[in-house]
């Protein structure tokens, strides 16, 4: 995840994204996503894990036969997922701009990294690059922040520690955003160091929200068929009806457009 997809942003925060994401559980949310994308045709294990950010979203996906590519605009962040997986290979690209990088069955994108696109035409660029990269039968997922999310989360602010680092989020949106609103927060990062000194990252994240008519569009423009979207529960259950009042966060599903020239 690169805010704004402006890699230097996420070259500061990364020494510190692991802390600021250690409640997520990604092997509950691996589990999830691999049944419901079984449930949905999956059979091969060649895995496109985009925006991949330090790499803690696919270590469980090791771990359970598939082979892995990792892609993120960052470097720094990169650099860091090479650490933790040495045999993934890893490309740093815009997720609007994917290269040829061979042909997948699953391909995902988490933590709500395509709310970092400003436009629709950007989100059709990034699913297009999805589209070529699936292979056929193959299936595509992928999560977004719904307006419950801008209207709290990002509207709030809150402070929290994770081994000696404290993170002072602050967002700045309106408790009664409209759908497709644009949606900021600055966090700031206080990390120890030489005794009781502390240093001082501060990054800002821009997101939208994209209502899912809006999704559904861009997934068919981009060649894509929207199979299913679940919402996200606090312990990464999935379920359906998806509920953007209830959910802060939920999940698409989607393939191949059926009748479509995938190849």
């Not at 660029?125 to 709290?152: K, Q, S, W």
């Not at 997101?207 to 569009?217: D, I, L, N």
Request: aromatic share 10%; net charge negative; charged share 20%.
């Amino acid at each position: 995840m690169t805010a704004d997809l402006n890699p230097s942003a996420y070259d500061a925060f990364a020494p510190f994204y692991d802390a600021f994401t250690v409640q997520s559980d990604y092997e509950k949310w691996c589990d999830e996503v691999v049944k419901l994308a079984a449930r949905n045709g999956l059979t091969g294990h060649r895995l496109l894990d985009l925006a991949c950010g330090t790499g803690s979203s696919f270590p469980p996906f090791l771990r359970r036969g598939f082979s892995v590519t990792g892609c993120d605009a960052s470097g720094s962040m990169l650099a860091l997922a090479a650490a933790k997986a040495p045999e993934v290979e890893l490309v740093q690209c815009d997720i609007r701009a994917l290269p040829d990088l061979g042909s997948f069955d699953l391909v995902t994108c988490f933590d709500d990294s395509l709310n970092y696109l400003l436009d629709e035409g950007e989100l059709t660029a990034a699913f297009a690059g999805m589209e070529a990269a699936l292979a056929p039968g193959g299936v595509v997922v992928f999560d977004l922040n719904t307006l419950l999310a801008y209207r709290t989360t990002f509207a709030g602010q809150s402070v929290s520690e994770s081994d000696k680092t404290v993170f002072a989020w602050r967002g700045s949106c309106s408790p009664d955003a409209p759908p497709g609103c644009e949606a900021e927060a600055v966090v700031d990062v206080f990390a120890p160091y030489d005794g009781d000194l502390y240093s001082r990252v501060t990054t800002t994240h821009r997101q939208r929200h994209f209502p899912r008519s809006r999704v559904v569009a861009s997934l068919d423009e981009a060649g894509l068929e929207c199979i299913s979207v679940h919402g996200v529960l606090p312990d990464c259950s999935l379920v359906e009806p998806a509920d953007e009042d209830v959910h802060p966060k939920v999940v698409y599903i989607s393939a191949h457009r059926r009748g479509g020239d995938a190849q």
